[in-house]
């Protein structure tokens, strides 16, 4: 064999790897022209194509919104009230977007949403909020490889609804004498002025049993809530101790000698002769609180403009722990916030009082 024929051989050995061609494999003949690969002397048909790949090898799937939507909605880890909140986004943006995949949809799609919920009469915090659930159900999908980029995050800033911040709606000093002296009835009366002490949450209040009660140590645990119908975890699930003051010990032991199920240990602290056994929140507030208000001449928009309801009971609490000198680090932490940054948000206006107090702490201190 001479040496131009063994250079052949080893250029077609060589060239028999194979190469990807569109979606079929391909193989060299000893001139080097390319064929279709055959198996059991026929021509071999090629595989589906495959999914598109990105830089790190992974498939890059595709999907319609509304089903991702469908999908998102039922993997989630959260409460079913926090789900069905959400689901009323899905529910807008299903209709903006249609058929169209998730893949496809891009920044002007998002600003297409936020118009149509202008129109809708929408204001610019629900917006906020839809986009804010549009934008989670979109980085789950950029995760997933179901899209590349978060077309929320694309939106420009001078597109984005800016909702104004809203004051909390609290009541002053001198009417709360007046509204309790109209609040009769057991067990709203207490369940008022425990929530107005504590600061704790409707849901937190309407889900306490006397377990959860230490009134020799005077401390709450925070263990669940009842929303919606349903026993869950506390809000951003924080479970907490929330320490009471005298007054809040001797208003609970009152109520428990009176109440007859106070000797239960596993007994609901504000108990409706009901089947679930719990009180109603809309009866509490249309039929006892709104009512008493009435009575007591104490209009529903507060000072700040903002309409009154039960939360205003835990916005008084915050405001009046702030004049008095309380530190906000201590008062998020005592509400369950998720982090200082909301309590500071909704009340750091109200902490002037501890900052003078602080300021004052530099008297004296400079030599000169």
Same mark, same amino acid.
């Given at each position: 064999m001479d040496a131009g024929c063994r250079q052949d051989i080893r250029l077609h050995l060589s060239e028999r790897a194979s190469l990807l061609r569109g979606s079929a494999w391909w193989w060299r003949d000893l001139g080097?022209?390319?064929?279709? /690969? /055959?198996?059991?002397?026929?021509?071999? @048909?090629?595989?589906?194509?495959?999914?598109?790949?990105?830089?790190? @090898?992974?498939?890059?799937?595709?999907?319609?919104?509304?089903?991702?939507?469908?999908?998102?909605?039922?993997?989630?880890?959260?409460?079913p009230s926090t789900v069905d909140s959400y689901r009323s986004t899905m529910v807008h943006a299903k209709k903006v977007f249609g058929d169209r995949t998730v893949r496809g949809l891009g920044a002007e799609d998002v600003a297409d949403l936020n118009g149509r919920l202008r129109e809708r009469g929408c204001s610019p915090s629900t917006r906020a909020k839809h986009l804010r659930v549009l934008g989670a159900c979109m980085q789950a999908a950029v995760f997933y490889r179901y899209t590349d980029t978060n077309p929320v995050r694309e939106l420009p800033p001078a597109?984005?609804?800016?909702?104004? /911040?809203?004051?909390?709606?609290?009541?002053? @000093?001198?009417?709360?004498?007046?509204?309790?002296?109209?609040?009769?009835?057991?067990?709203?009366?207490?369940?008022?002025?425990?929530?107005?002490?504590?600061?704790?949450?409707?849901?937190?209040?309407?889900?306490?049993?006397?377990?959860?009660?230490?009134?020799?140590?005077?401390? %709450? /645990?925070?263990?669940?809530?009842?929303?919606?119908?349903?026993?869950?975890?506390?809000?951003?699930?924080?479970?907490?101790?929330?320490?009471?003051i005298t007054d809040v010990v001797d208003l609970l032991e009152r109520w428990r000698s009176r109440s007859q199920h106070g000797h239960a240990r596993d007994s609901l602290v504000f108990h409706r002769n009901s089947a679930a056994g719990f009180l109603s929140p809309t009866f509490l507030l249309r039929r006892q609180l709104y009512p008493a208000m009435g009575q007591a001449q104490i209009p529903r %928009?507060?000072?700040?403009?903002?309409?009154?309801?039960?939360?205003?009971?835990?916005?008084?609490?915050?405001?009046?722990?702030?004049? @008095?000198?309380?530190? %906000?680090?201590?008062?998020?932490?005592?509400?369950?916030?998720?982090?200082?940054?909301?309590?500071?948000? %909704?009340?750091?206006?109200?902490?002037?009082?501890?900052?003078?107090?602080q300021a004052a702490k530099m008297e004296g201190v400079f030599p000169v």
């Open positions: 080097g022209a390319a064929i279709p /690969r /055959r198996a059991g002397g026929r021509a071999w @048909n090629p595989p589906p194509e495959p999914a598109l790949e990105d830089s790190g @090898n992974r498939p890059r799937l595709s999907i319609g919104f509304a089903d991702w939507a469908d999908r998102w909605l039922e993997s989630l880890e959260r409460k597109q984005k609804p800016r909702p104004e /911040r809203k004051e909390a709606a609290y009541f002053e @000093n001198d009417e709360l004498p007046h509204l309790f002296s109209y609040l009769h009835e057991e067990p709203y009366r207490t369940f008022c002025l425990v929530a107005l002490k504590t600061g704790m949450r409707q849901g937190e209040l309407l889900a306490l049993r006397w377990c959860d009660t230490d009134l020799t140590e005077a401390v %709450i /645990r925070v263990r669940r809530s009842y929303t919606a119908g349903a026993i869950s975890t506390p809000k951003n699930r924080e479970r907490r101790d929330v320490d009471l %928009i507060g000072p700040t403009q903002e309409p009154r309801t039960f939360h205003s009971f835990r916005h008084t609490f915050a405001k009046r722990a702030l004049e @008095n000198g309380a530190q %906000i680090t201590w008062l998020s932490r005592h509400l369950g916030h998720s982090t200082l940054k909301v309590t500071t948000d %909704i009340y750091g206006h109200w902490e002037r009082a501890e900052r003078k107090l």
